[in-house]
């Protein structure tokens, strides 16, 4: 069965940073999404992208954040300048059709900010 | 103000029993509904959702959910507990004003006894 991939299942960082989370969504859906889970938290939205462009953000999503689809498999959240507040779960989903707003998730990116 | 709500935070029912989680939401137009579930470490599984029609839907691993327009509720049931099913349980939503996003309840923890 297709899934969503996500590398590093880890990734440790110091304040100030720049990081990048990579995601492999499934190879025929046309939507994509970031979504952040602090520790004991629910998880929240941070951004959908369609046709190489941002359909929807949130508020957390500020100019620290961006998302790239650098080729046709990858899909990319770059975090600037990372904070501490940064450290959470970072989950990837795609979906096949906006109709159908059905999103499969990928297992996540656990960033530690130190 | 639009939410999605779980009123329980921790549930512990013991193995075999019957099980209910609750939801509720509150938002204009009914959205469509869904439940997630996060096994410890990993990602989230959608169990099963809501679009319209059948207003009980039934889902994966003897999951099953019933919709209840006058009540807001889209509580989540299974009739008998198996260990492997000790998790955190999301209750969610996507508006029917929104393009993409996923609006998460603050989960509920279900622990089994043995």
């Known amino acids: 069965e297709p899934e969503v991939t996500q590398t590093p299942s880890h990734q440790v960082t110091q304040m100030g940073q720049e990081v990048i989370l990579r995601c492999v969504p499934i190879s025929n859906h046309l939507y994509f999404y970031w979504y952040r889970q602090i520790l004991g938290q629910k998880v929240e939205f941070l951004v959908s992208f369609y046709n190489n462009e941002i359909s929807e953000k949130s508020e957390i999503f500020d100019d620290q954040f961006s998302v790239e689809r650098p080729d046709g498999s990858n899909f990319t959240l770059k975090i600037r300048s990372t904070k501490l507040e940064d450290s959470a779960m970072y989950f990837c989903?795609?979906?096949?059709?906006?109709?159908?707003?059905?999103?499969?998730f990928g297992p996540g990116t656990r960033l530690t900010v130190t | 103000a639009q939410s999605v709500t779980q009123p329980d935070i921790h549930i512990t029912v013991s193995e075999g029993a019957s099980l209910e989680l609750r939801c509720n939401y509150s938002y204009g137009a009914t959205p469509y509904l869904f439940w997630y579930v996060q096994s410890p470490g990993q990602g989230l599984q959608l169990l099963l959702k809501?679009?319209?029609?059948?207003?009980l839907v039934q889902g994966i691993k003897g999951f099953e959910a019933e919709f209840k327009r006058s009540q807001s509720s889209f509580n989540l049931r299974k009739p008998s507990v198996h260990w492997s099913d000790a998790a955190e349980y999301f209750c969610?939503?996507?508006?029917?004003?929104?393009?993409?996003?996923?609006?998460f309840g603050s989960g509920t923890r279900l622990s089994i006894r043995p």
């Open positions: 809501y679009f319209s029609g059948d207003t």
């Open positions: 969610a939503v996507v508006p029917y004003s929104s393009a993409s996003k996923i609006i």
């Open positions: 989903a795609s979906s096949e059709n906006q109709g159908v707003r059905e999103q499969y």
